[in-house]
Structure formats: C-alpha cells, structure tokens
T-cell receptor, first 121, second 114 residues
Framework: EAQVTQNPRYLITVTGKKLTVTCSQN?????MSWYRQDPGLGLRQIYY???????DKGDVPEGYKVSRKEKRNFPLILESPSPNQTSLYFC????????????????????FGPGTRLTVL | AQKVTQAQTEISVVEKEDVTLDCVYE???????LFWYKQPPSGELVFLIR??????QNEISGRYSWNFQKSTSSFNFTITASQVVDSAVYFC???????????FGSGTRLQVQP
C-alpha cells in the first residue's frame, strides 16, 4: 500500500531534550516536506527536500533540522525543543519531476502522513 | 506572496442540506495549482482535488463539486446532500509552479448534525 508513515504518532517531552520524528514513504517520491499545524493557522511548511541531500527552509524553520540521506526517509529533528513547538506535525511527499504547464516543475499532489502530536512541557 | 483565505471558521448544517465552503486565494503567478484537503476527526489529511490555473472547468465527483473562478480568485467547494460523515475540517491550499510549498488556508470546520 502506497503510504507515508510517521513515528511516533504521539510524543510528550520536556524542554531541551533532543528528539527526532521519523518520516518514510514507499512511493519513490523525490519531494518530501514537513508541516506543522496550529489552531487558526492552518498548516505551515517547516522544511522541504527536492531530492536526496537537497533540503531547504520553508516558512517556519527556526528550531528544526532535517536531513535527507535516503530517498524514502526525511526525519525532523528538534535539537532543543521548546513549548512553542508543541504542535501537530505532518510529513508529506510528492513526485517532483513532472514538467509543469509553464515549463517549471508541476506542483504535484502532496500526500500526507498520519501526523505526530508533539507536546513539549 | 501567495495567500489563501477561508473566511468561514465553522459551519453547522443538518444532514441532507447543501453546503458551500469558500476559498479565496492571492497569487501573482499566472501558473498555479489549487487543492482541497479534508481532515476528519481522526486527524489525517485526505486529498480531495487538484486544479491548475488554466483549467476553469467545474468538477463534480459524486456529492462533491468545485467551482473555480479566476475572475474572483475563488475555488469554492460544495457538498450536496451532506452526511454526518462529511463532518471534518476542510482546507484549501495553493501552490505556485516552481515553488513547492503548499500555502494553506486556516480551514473551515464543518459539522453535519443528524
């Protein structure tokens, strides 16, 4: 079954204790991304990766790190979590190589993982 | 900069009523893509539809229909004969070609009462 998986699904931690949320996809997608969802704000992009070893900042990257050593995995790392990082996190993936209507890369549909609810005390 | 506005924070209807969820977007690009996602109470995000900026044809899929109007920068979503299972938060999102990030609206919570 084609899917994006995230682990853990729920996590309660304390300020300053490093943590990693894993994300894996089995669809051979080049593009992967992390979003956070907060009430009233919708989803906002944290980081994204166009392919292996290629990552870039999204709209809210402060306090987060990512890596893309393999195509299927895109972990999100919080080196020193703080309470304002309490949120619902989603990983997403999509194809990246389709040519778009204007010659650039098409914004292919992003498929989302089940979400990770993180609480930082 | 791209922006998506979903002015309706919450809508409550009774089963079998029709309901329209509004989405207004802003972008300077002429080539862009619009999406709707559903987030049921279980929390996952379910893809519903993707539209590109050159395709203004309305789309119908069962009880769901979408009205894309470039003249008003709107991409509204209508559920006909709503059901309790339609209760969810619905997100409209926009992506400009070449810019990978989806910009989401703040979502509309739909409650369908039996």
């Amino acid at each position: 079954e084609a899917q994006v998986t995230q682990n853990p699904r729920y996590l309660i931690t304390v300020t300053g204790k490093k943590l990693t949320v894993t994300c894996s996809q089995n669809m051979n997608h080049e593009y992967m991304s992390w979003y956070r969802q907060d009430p009233g704000l919708g989803l906002r992009q944290i980081y994204y990766s166009m392919n292996v070893e290629v990552t870039d900042k999204g709209d809210v990257p402060e306090g987060y790190k990512v890596s893309r050593k393999e195509k299927r995995n895109f972990p999100l790392i919080l080196e020193s979590p703080s309470p304002n990082q309490t949120s619902l996190y989603f990983c997403a993936s999509s194809l990246s190589t389709a040519e778009g209507l204007a010659g650039g890369h098409s914004a292919d549909t992003q498929y989302f993982g089940p979400g990770t609810r993180l609480t930082v005390l | 900069a791209q922006k998506v506005t979903q002015a309706q924070t919450e809508i409550s209807v009774v089963e079998k009523e029709d309901v329209t969820l509004d989405c207004v977007y802003e972008t300077r690009d002429t080539t862009y893509y619009l999406f709707w996602y559903k987030q049921p109470p279980s929390g996952e995000l379910v893809f519903l539809i993707r539209r590109n900026s050159f395709d203004e044809q309305n789309e119908i899929s069962g009880r769901y229909s979408w009205n894309f109007q470039k003249s008003t920068s709107s991409f509204n979503f209508t559920i006909t004969a709503s059901q309790v299972v339609d209760s969810a938060v619905y997100f409209c999102a926009l992506s400009e070609e070449g810019r990978r990030a989806l910009t989401f609206g703040s979502g509309t919570r739909l409650q369908v009462q039996p």
